[in-house]
């Protein structure tokens, strides 16, 4: 009988460091033992941008949550960011070999080779490919095997990363521990854990909107349709509240936390709020509309950025979704309005999954959780003898020769 | 017979110190004995007169109606002191070809006086450059909106109103920053400012540099003008005054997203600096503002000076200027460079909203570049759409900020 196991779930953000560590038990049991979450420094833009800070920050989390855990982690999962990472639909397709036109193993086999048949470049590999539904003869179909048709069509959403972004990071965990156990997207993490399978069903697009990045994914028909990155986050309304008011970053950081609204309130008078309130030296006051004037002009711009990027699914499919958000933006007041608003259709914030205790209920643990959960589902495959996943190795073949 | 080489020059300038800050900028004023200037300090607290300077005169003004105490921040005293010393005020103006006045905003003395004194010097033909402080905003809101109502009137009668903003300074300094040491250098910058200026005009520099060519710099109309200074010694000066220029630059006028419509450099130093030097200077600094539409400079040599000292005055348009501006003669003095008007990125003058004179000193209608990014400055562009989206959305799409 297969033994428990102890995982360990990264996420290093632009704005904090987190990681859940649980324990794996057959059949698919879950238990969270440890966490941790520290202040990030040296990534920004899902980058390493200083592997020296970056490193000791990551390596103080990880001490900090095998501490937390009682346990020493061999080895990580982690999740990946930044908008080195591209996505695009490869489609290939065979004919149906088989005399009685029935859809054999061969015939997938070809048609999923042709699909993902593609040359990057020396400085790109590929992280993740998504399987959409086949189209048999032009319907869609979830298996095909054993179906008669002419034509069948595979598709993937496929990720690729700047293998230089990519080998920085793992390189910052490999440091630490001796094993990567996969890489993940961001954005699919997170989508997993704030969406149930209907809503997967009936198309949702979510969105985690972070301090250096906004990582999101379309949900169709129970499938990824689309991922996407911006390298937007609270971080560049910090900037603009700076740049803006010509004051420090932390001042910045302050009015944003503590009156940042997404949607001014618009006519007639206008309140004044003080940095600090004390009066002390170096205090001063701001229109509070000006605050949300500058917020709300970030905030559109990157509600009508994701829109443009999802529009062409959503027309392709034919897609009435509704938007899900996490991330620590959407503190934010009035943020569901404005996506609403601009993405042009219902837009809620999302909630981590009622089973994970109170201090789980962050937008900041969406992540780790999600990794946790695709981590139980490969633990799950695997004592039962049906792993699908290519594993880490498998997904980023040949990275290392590079 | 002699003949004299120089030109005969019969411009007096005449200087008024306001209030405390006033005669501590006098006090503080580089001038040579040379300068034909005519410098006095008014105020009507006895108290602030103090001791008589030899280079400026004092005089307490409207003491039988206040007794020579202060004015207790009331505008309005300020105001009947002026009125009540018109006269005075206006025999002292008489015959002088321009005025530097110098103030602390948001007194009630220099509040209520200043303008009115601006105003009669208009009256007569005499242009009036102020140089004022604006008090910290922990000094009070209703402090801070007198300063401001003084410094909109000003603005209305002045050549130009060059301000020190302590707010800004004290920021500058840092959270660890006292209070006191942030006026001296603000009362130091404001020094600077006026003998930079008068020197400009008095003394014979590297370029010529007079009253008609200092017209021109400030004739905006309604605007807004900051100054900057920098100074150094040694070997290094000339570096070290540069880089306390852009320090505050930086600070004050992240990656330039204001765009300076009018510039004068004005530089100091002694015999060591040479030509290289102040080329130097000028492509560094010119860089730093993205060459404005209009630059001048002006360079004064004093061989036993030991300092580089580099103060720059930065104006921006603020609405009606454009009129001003182009009704301005053409003819520049020497060491004027034009760098024109770069296709779609100038900042077009935001103008007082109607009634609302006090808003239009902190709007500022700011337009697109490429370079106010702030924290990313040091990361790759952020290229969505042919936009860096690590500019801050407000400044690519024009939108309005009350700051």
Redesign the interface.
């Known amino acids: 009988m297969a033994s428990s196991q102890y995982i360990g779930a990264l996420d290093m953000g632009t704005a904090k460091v987190s990681i859940l560590v649980a324990e794996l038990s057959p059949p698919s049991r879950l238990k969270i033992i440890g966490r941790a979450m520290v202040p990030s420094r040296g990534i920004?833009?899902g980058?390493v941008?200083n592997v020296r800070e970056a490193t000791t920050c990551v390596h103080r989390a990880i001490r900090e949550a095998e501490k937390s855990a009682g346990v020493n982690l061999k080895s990580l999962y982690m999740s990946i960011s930044g908008?080195h990472l591209k996505g695009e639909l490869q489609v290939g397709k065979a004919q149906v070999s088989h005399s009685a036109r029935i859809v054999t193993d061969y015939d997938v086999g070809r048609a999923v080779e042709e699909a993902k048949r593609r040359d990057l470049g020396p400085d790109r590999v590929f992280v993740q490919y998504i399987r959409n539904p086949f189209l048999l003869d032009g319907k869609k179909v979830d298996e095909p095997y054993s179906l008669r048709g002419n034509e069948i069509q595979a598709s993937f959403w496929a990720v690729h990363a700047d293998a230089r972004v990519l080998r920085e990071q793992m390189q910052i965990v490999n440091s630490f521990v001796s094993r990567i156990d996969d890489i993940f997207l961001s954005s699919l993490v997170v989508g997993r854990v704030l969406t149930s399978e209907e809503q997967r069903q009936s198309g949702v697009l979510v969105l985690d909107i972070g301090a250096g990045t906004t990582d999101f994914v379309l949900y169709g028909d129970g499938y990824v349709l689309m991922t996407g990155v911006?390298?937007?986050g609270g971080?560049?309304i910090t900037?603009?509240l700076?740049?803006?008011?010509?004051?420090?970053?932390e001042s910045a950081e302050r009015l944003k936390v503590d009156y940042g609204k997404a949607t001014p309130v618009e006519g007639a008078g206008d309140d004044w709020v003080w940095l600090r309130g004390d009066?002390?030296?170096?205090?001063?006051?701001f229109?509070k509309?000006?605050i949300q004037?500058?917020i709300h002009?970030?905030m559109?711009?990157l509600f009508q950025?994701v829109r443009r990027a999802v529009l062409p699914v959503l027309e392709r499919e034919d897609l009435r979704c509704s938007a899900l958000m996490t991330g620590g933006v959407t503190r934010l007041t009035a943020i569901e309005n404005l996506a609403g608003q601009v993405l042009k259709m219902p837009a809620a914030t999302g909630r981590n999954p009622d089973w994970v205790i109170n201090e789980l209920q962050v937008p900041e643990m969406s992540n780790v959780l999600g990794q946790v959960q695709f981590a139980l589902q490969d633990y799950s495959d695997s004592i039962s003898g049906s792993r699908k996943s290519p594993g880490l190795l498998g997904k980023v073949k040949g990275f290392w020769s590079k | 017979m002699t003949v004299s080489l120089k030109p005969v020059s019969d411009v007096k300038i005449g200087v008024i110190g306001l209030g405390r800050t006033g005669r501590k900028i006098l006090e503080r004023m580089r001038v040579r004995p040379a300068w034909d200037v005519d410098a006095i300090c008014y105020d009507c607290d006895l108290e602030v007169m103090g001791v008589s300077n030899p280079w400026f005169g004092c005089e307490c003004l409207g003491v039988g109606m206040l007794h020579g105490l202060g004015c207790g921040g009331q505008v309005e005293l300020g105001q009947s002191v002026a009125f009540g010393s018109e006269e005075t005020i206006r025999a002292w103006l008489a015959g002088k070809s321009m005025v530097l006045m110098l103030l602390g905003a948001g007194g009630g003395f220099s509040g209520g006086f200043a303008p009115e004194v601006a105003d009669w010097a208009r009256e007569m033909g005499i242009p009036v450059l102020c140089v004022a402080c604006m008090p910290?905003?922990?000094e009070g809101?209703s402090r801070i909106d007198s300063a401001r109502r003084a410094i909109d009137v000003l603005r209305e009668s002045s050549l130009a109103v060059v301000t020190v903003e302590l707010?800004?300074m004290?920021?500058w300094a840092g959270?660890e920053?006292?209070?006191q040491p942030v006026i001296e250098l603000a009362i130091d910058w404001m020094q600077e400012a006026a003998s930079s200026v008068l020197s400009l005009i008095l003394e014979e520099g590297l370029f010529a540099f007079d009253l008609t060519t200092l017209r021109q710099v400030f004739d905006l109309g309604f605007s807004k003008t900051l100054f900057i200074t920098g100074e150094g010694e040694g070997e290094k000066a000339v570096d070290d005054a540069i880089q306390q220029i852009m320090g505050f630059a930086d600070?004050?006028?992240?990656?330039s997203?204001v765009i300076v419509d009018r510039m004068l450099v004005s530089l100091r130093g002694g015999a060591s600096l040479g030509v290289a030097d102040v080329n130097r200077i000028n492509q560094t600094i010119s860089k730093r503002f993205r060459k404005p539409a209009r630059s001048f400079f002006g360079a004064t040599i004093e061989e036993k000076e030991s300092k580089v000292t580099i103060g720059v005055f930065l104006s921006i348009g603020l609405g009606g200027g454009e009129q001003a501006s182009a009704s301005a003669p053409d003819a520049a003095g020497a060491g004027e460079s034009e760098s024109g008007l770069v296709p779609g990125t100038r900042m077009r003058p935001s103008k007082p909203v109607s009634g609302e004179k006090g808003d239009a000193q902190g709007y500022f209608d700011v337009l697109i570049r490429d370079s106010?990014?702030?924290?990313?400055e040091?990361?790759e562009p952020?290229l969505?759409n042919g936009e860096d989206?690590?500019v801050?959305?407000?400044?690519r799409?024009g939108?309005r900020?009350?700051?």
């Open positions: 920004r833009k980058r941008l908008s911006l390298d937007v971080d560049h900037n603009d700076s740049v803006a008011f010509k004051i420090p970053w009066l002390s030296i170096g205090d001063r006051r229109s509309r000006a004037r500058v002009a970030r559109e711009e950025l | 910290f905003s922990f809101i707010d800004d004290l920021l959270d920053s006292w209070a600070f004050r006028l992240p990656d997203e106010n990014r702030g924290v990313f040091d990361t952020n969505v989206l690590d801050p959305t407000f400044l799409r939108i900020i009350k700051t």
